[in-house]
Nanobody
Framework: QVQLVESGGGLVQTGGSLRLSCAAS????????MGWFRQAPGKKREFVAG??????YYADSVKGRFTISRDNAKNTVYLQMNSLKPEDTAVYYC??????????????????WGQGTQVTVSS
């Protein structure tokens, strides 16, 4: 099991940017896929972006605006969010895959979750 701690959320105006960070501890970091999910009020949690050891992948709603990256030396994954829209408002969660060496995108693939960080985009 890995421990995950998110940071970087906040309030931003439409069109603004934020960078979320997720610090991991407790296991070898580099071999596991990491993901970002979000949950808006009254809605189900949804996949936002993921990164394996070789590739990145995104939900259609954030392609071209969000970028996921990782620094294995720092055991940290990032989500750079640009051109933010009010519909991006949600609690954002960092997640770690259950098994190494694969691409993970389904919520069921991820066994470790952070506490969440609030992102609010004002119109």
């Amino acid at each position: 099991q890995v421990q995950l701690v998110e940071s970087g959320g906040g309030l931003v105006q439409t069109g603004g940017s934020l960078r979320l960070s997720c610090a991991a501890s407790g296991r070898t970091f580099s071999s596991y896929a990491m993901g970002w999910f979000r949950q808006a009020p009254g809605k189900k949690r949804e996949f936002v972006a993921g990164i394996s050891w070789t590739s990145t992948y995104y939900a259609d709603s954030v392609k071209g605006r969000f970028t996921i990256s990782r620094d294995n030396a720092k055991n940290t994954v990032y989500l750079q969010m640009n051109s933010l829209k009010p519909e991006d408002t949600a609690v954002y969660y960092c997640a770690g895959d259950r098994v190494p060496w694969r691409v993970a995108q389904s919520e069921a693939d991820f066994g470790s979750w952070g506490q969440g960080t609030q992102v609010t985009v004002s119109s």
